[in-house]
């Protein structure tokens, strides 16, 4: 059973930093890849990054972009999203997902995600 667990979330200041954990049990980021999705109440899911395991390689949307960096720990089967420079408005839940294919292969788009995990909440304050 593949099972993916966020963590990480709390209450920062704006301009304060976070790093989120996605822990992956059941699935060997092997040839996969992993997004990072936000939820703020009332608006619809939103692709942050995602990183791939075959080649590393990394994509952002451009709200994050320079100030989030994802990264993988493969003998850990753990990948991490480092936020800095937070804003008010990145306050929502956050997940993690899988996907059986590489980020090249729709990054951002929610549906095209196979397993996900239980979400963590990030709220940062003015």
């Known amino acids: 059973e593949v099972q993916l667990q966020a963590s990480g979330g709390g209450l920062v200041q704006a301009g304060g930093y976070l790093r989120l954990s996605c822990a992956a049990s059941?699935?060997?980021?092997?040839?996969?890849?992993i997004g990072w999705f936000r939820q703020a109440p009332g608006k619809e899911r939103e692709g942050l990054s995602c990183?791939?395991?075959?080649?590393?390689?990394?994509y952002y949307v451009a709200s994050v972009k320079g100030r989030f960096t994802v990264s993988s720990d493969n003998a850990k089967n753990t990948v991490y999203l480092q936020m800095n420079s937070l804003k008010p408005e990145d306050t929502a839940v956050y997940y993690c997902?899988?996907?059986?294919?590489?980020?090249?292969?729709?990054?951002?788009?929610?549906?095209?995600?196979?397993?996900w995990g239980q979400g963590t909440q990030v709220t940062v304050s003015s």
């Open positions: 059941g699935f060997t980021f092997d040839d996969d890849a």
């Open positions: 997902a899988a996907k059986n294919r590489p980020c090249s292969s729709g990054a951002y788009y929610y549906k095209l995600y196979d397993y």
């Open positions: 990183i791939s395991s075959s080649d590393g390689s990394t």
